[in-house]
């Protein structure tokens, strides 16, 4: 099989830039990811074995149940020392280290003279709390999802608490967008933080994308959008605060993957602080009783302590959706197989050669003459007897890709045979996003 060098102009490197959309709901401390409750699965009930609202950020142990039998193990049969920190797991056998198989795929290092650990535990762990021959493991049940953090104005969100000063010097550089992101320092406003991992939005947040609505008992009582692409979140559709349509409520902040919410006002003239209002708690647990239905409370129950007690009074039925666009970039390469004329017509299938001839071919006792292969033409002719000329044809299905040392790296495979005659030229476009 001949082998062609990729030529000048025969590859291009691209990014496609792609918006991917992504939908939160949250109800009664539930997060519902682009409409998605569960997805059944054959061994456990949800089969991305993370919680509702969340991703699973390797995609291992989908679908996998833990294993029932908890003396099962990897590996020689021994006994399993089972420390009660609940992280060590095993204990080496007489050929080897034994590992439990809990059913659930999970990292794990053996202790040994290699001293060999995880990143992520500290050096004075390793040496007191694992003795030799222990086995060391980890996780792969890591999920991610949105969380919100509700900020007392005590708290001075921009000054003293861990959230508002790391985001401290980015609010300062989105300012040139307008003042709506002018934090002052020591400001006294209380502030409502919702975080989105960059999993959901990829390198930032689609400018205009970005839309909360506030429900009470199934009715939008407010709506906020980036209308002016600016980061600046502009309430509309108000129902009973109608008189704060086109008022700034709080900014978004595309790079990072925050939205940072201080409108105060009440969002319904029904359920407000002293008539069963809202039942919040701030990012120290402490809970806020009976407060206004307002911006300050949207995402209430997201992954914040908030529970569904604790959430709604009992006569009023909070919900909150988020919608927003993220930006991937992902980049590509097109290559250009060419198939020349006067080449890539002969094939090492049997069915190229005719089955008609039946020459074993001359031996003696010497020597073996193998006899000449008839290629069989599938030439047509506009009669049955002669048949037509010969034409040397074959059929390309696929196309191979190779790296600098001759090692097959990629095919691909074509939907259709293509014909390839003496006399044709192609030129297959392969595409790979990387």
Request: proline fraction near 4%; aromatic fraction near 10%; charged fraction near 20%.
């Amino acid at each position: 099989m001949p082998l062609y060098k990729f030529g000048d102009g025969d590859l291009f490197y691209n990014q496609i830039k792609a918006h991917p959309s992504s939908s939160f709901f949250i109800y009664d401390s539930k997060i519902f990811y682009n409409n998605k409750a569960t997805e059944p699965g054959s061994f456990v009930t949800n089969a991305t074995n993370v919680p509702v609202g969340h991703v699973n950020l390797f995609e291992y142990n989908v679908d996998r149940a833990p294993a029932s039998d908890l003396t099962l193990t990897i590996g020689p049969s021994s006994s399993i020392a089972t420390g009660s920190d609940g992280q060590r797991l095993g204990q080496a056998g007489p050929t080897g280290p034994n590992v439990r198989n809990t059913g659930i795929i999970y990292p794990w290092v053996y202790k040994g003279f290699n001293k060999v650990a995880f990143k992520g535990i500290k050096r004075a762990n390793f040496v007191h709390n694992y003795m030799q021959g222990d086995v060391v493991t980890g996780s792969y049940q890591l999920s991610s999802s949105i969380t919100r953090q509700r900020y007392l104005a005590s708290h001075n969100f921009n000054d003293a608490n861990l959230t508002g000063s790391a985001l401290k010097n980015s609010l300062s550089y989105a300012s040139r967008l307008g003042p709506h992101y002018d934090f002052p320092s020591g400001s006294s406003a209380a502030t409502n933080v919702v975080q989105v991992p960059t999993i959901f939005y990829g390198s930032k947040i689609k400018k205009g994308s970005v839309d909360l609505k506030f429900y009470i008992t199934g009715t939008v009582v407010g709506r906020l959008k980036d209308s002016r692409h600016d980061g600046a979140l502009i309430q509309s559709e108000g129902i009973q605060s109608s008189g704060y349509d086109d008022q700034i409520a709080g900014v978004v902040l595309y790079n990072e993957g925050f939205i940072v919410l201080t409108g105060s006002w009440n969002l319904h003239s029904v359920w407000k602080a002293g008539t069963g209002g809202m039942r919040d708690r701030d990012y120290l647990n402490g809970e806020i009783v009976e407060q206004n239905a307002s911006w300050l409370h949207f995402a209430m129950g997201a992954n914040d302590n908030v529970t569904g007690s604790s959430t709604l009074s009992d006569n009023v039925s909070a919900s909150f959706s988020l919608d927003l666009a993220g930006t991937h970039k992902i980049p590509n390469v097109t290559m250009l197989a060419h198939a020349n004329k006067g080449e890539l017509n002969y094939s090492n299938n049997l069915t190229y050669i005719s089955a008609s001839q039946s020459n074993p071919g001359v031996s003696g006792t010497y020597q073996y003459i193998e006899p000449e292969k008839i290629i069989k033409n599938t030439h047509s002719s506009s009669y049955a007897d002669p048949t037509g000329s010969l034409v040397k044809t074959t059929y390309i299905t696929k196309v191979g890709i190779y790296d600098e040392k001759k090692k097959l790296i990629g095919i691909a495979s074509l939907a259709k045979p293509v014909k390839k005659t003496e006399d044709r030229d192609l030129t297959f476009k392969l595409k790979l996003d990387i």
